[in-house]
């Protein structure tokens, strides 16, 4: 790598660092969740019926179905889901939002949303803002992620 890469891949790794860790403290000290939680609930409110397939969910997590397990078990234990076989094939296992899940979501989003548009988005110009993404999803897209979502 030239010096120019170096400091590109130095800025984003401190990125894929920092950015994560601050935003998992933000949602422990407020509202009592990993930011793994607080996406997976994410990704549950925004899914059809809202419910996923665990394959799926772990899929989305660039982890490993025993990881994302463990997760959705502490969900399942505070009642913001639950996890249920699909009757066609026993092997699927679907989790879907509870109520108390929603309730959940929409208490911690506004602090996250909060700290995000404080310490990113007011940061930037809009076209600075659409270059990120542009940006970002090109880069995921380069290391295997088709729709440029994000991993939780």
Same mark, same amino acid.
């Given at each position: 790598?030239?010096?120019?890469?170096? $400091?590109?891949?130095?800025?984003?790794?401190?990125?894929?660092?920092?950015?994560?860790? /601050? %935003?998992?403290?933000?949602?422990?000290? @407020?509202?009592?969740? #990993?930011? +793994?939680?607080? *996406?997976?609930? #994410?990704?549950? /409110?925004?899914?059809? !019926? @809202?419910?996923?397939?665990?394959?799926? *969910?772990?899929?989305?997590?660039?982890?490993?179905?025993?990881?994302?397990?463990?997760?959705?078990?502490? *969900?399942?234990?505070? !009642?913001?889901?639950?996890?249920?076989?699909?009757? =066609? $094939?026993?092997?699927?296992?679907? +989790?879907?939002?509870?109520? =108390?899940?929603?309730?959940? *979501? &929409?208490?911690?989003?506004? !602090? @996250?949303? &909060?700290?995000?548009?404080?310490?990113?988005?007011? &940061?930037?110009?809009?076209?600075?803002?659409?270059? %990120?993404?542009?940006?970002?999803?090109?880069?995921?897209?380069?290391? !295997?992620?088709?729709?440029?979502?994000?991993?939780?």
């Amino acid at each position: 790598m030239d010096a120019q890469e170096q $400091d590109a891949w130095l800025a984003l790794a401190a990125m894929l660092s920092v950015v994560p860790a /601050a %935003l998992e403290q933000q949602l422990q000290r @407020h509202d009592r969740l #990993s930011l +793994v939680e607080f *996406l997976a609930l #994410s990704m549950l /409110a925004d899914s059809a !019926g @809202h419910q996923v397939r665990m394959s799926d *969910l772990a899929e989305a997590a660039s982890s490993t179905p025993s990881r994302i397990s463990r997760v959705v078990a502490g *969900l399942e234990s505070e !009642g913001f889901v639950t996890r249920s076989m699909d009757p =066609k $094939d026993r092997r699927v296992v679907h +989790v879907t939002l509870l109520p =108390k899940g929603s309730a959940k *979501l &929409r208490e911690a989003a506004p !602090g @996250h949303a &909060r700290m995000l548009r404080s310490r990113l988005f007011d &940061r930037l110009t809009e076209a600075q803002l659409k270059g %990120l993404v542009d940006v970002l999803q090109d880069i995921t897209g380069a290391f !295997g992620s088709t729709d440029g979502s994000p991993s939780l």
